[in-house]
């Protein structure tokens, strides 16, 4: 296959180019300028905010995986940290998609980023695909980078929005940022603990995009999160067993919110328990299900 990736400097788009190059299939990197990428020798220039992309550059492509956004956890969030956040993932996302849209012979899919945060803050009942949005910034940023495809459904192109949960990798994402703190023996939980967190490997989240891509039935919104999501008390307490350290020192919700403001109460604060229920009734099977064995194998830990 021939794949085109946006957001190939991310922490899933340095990963899925790799894994994609491996197998023999062609990875093309989505870039502003050449040569910024880093991790393919093919590579076409773009630009979003300048809707710069030359259809031509994407003939011959079978699918395009759309993982453009800036990161939602760089700083507070401010209004112009806001209308960034919002820019970078709508107009990334209209401009792949009318572009697409008006080709000759477009890809077959196309599969677009989006979060699980698209159902905002919830309580512990389970959520599949077919629970109505939730309220907050996040869920209206989904909402909008998912209306964003519009233009390439309508075109007969099969459209899958990925809601993506919180990614674990060593190498980077929230993992990586807590790593050093749990190994210190800081870490503790965050506000009360009873917030639901929906992850995702790595490895697991690879191949859900390489199985969207290849099932033509699937289409729409899919979860991609493991079939066990946790409370932050539980993962807290996994994550410092897996680093035979203790987590005594707590985050209490006022510090979050006093240091963090409106991006700690969504991000860390409030929780969704997200199943994965398109991917399971398609035949997916993940290969780290459950929270121990997955931090073990990603932490390389299975000792």
Known sequence: MRVAITGANGLVGRALIAALDAPGDQALALVRRSGSAGTSSHEIVWNPATARLDPQALDGVEAVVNLAGESIADGRWTDARKKAILDSRVLATDLISRTIAAMRRPPRVLISASAIGYYGARNEAPLDEDAP???????????????????????????????????????????????????????????????????????????????????????????????????????????????????????????????????????????????????????????????????????????
């Open 133 to 303: 949005p939730g309220s907050g910034f996040l869920a209206e940023v989904c909402r909008a980078w998912e209306s964003a495809t519009q233009p390439a459904a309508d075109a007969g192109v099969r459209i899958v929005n990925l809601r993506i949960g919180l990614v674990l990798a060593a190498s980077g994402g929230a993992l990586e940022k807590m790593l050093p703190i749990f190994k210190f023996g800081m870490g503790g939980i965050v506000g009360s603990g009873r917030q639901f967190m929906s992850w995702i490997t790595l490895t697991d989240l690879l191949r859900a995009i390489r199985f969207a891509i290849e099932r033509d039935h699937l289409r729409g919104a899919v979860n991609a999160v493991a079939p066990h999501a946790v409370t932050n008390r539980d993962f807290t307490m996994t994550l410092a067993r897996v680093l035979h350290r203790p987590a005594i020192i707590p985050a209490p919700a006022f510090a979050i919110r006093a240091a963090m403001g409106e991006m700690g109460e969504q991000l860390l604060l409030s929780g969704a328990n997200v199943r994965p229920k398109r991917l399971l009734d398609a035949g997916f099977s993940f290969s780290h299900p459950e929270l121990d064995a997955a931090l073990r194998h990603e932490l390389g830990a299975n000792r």
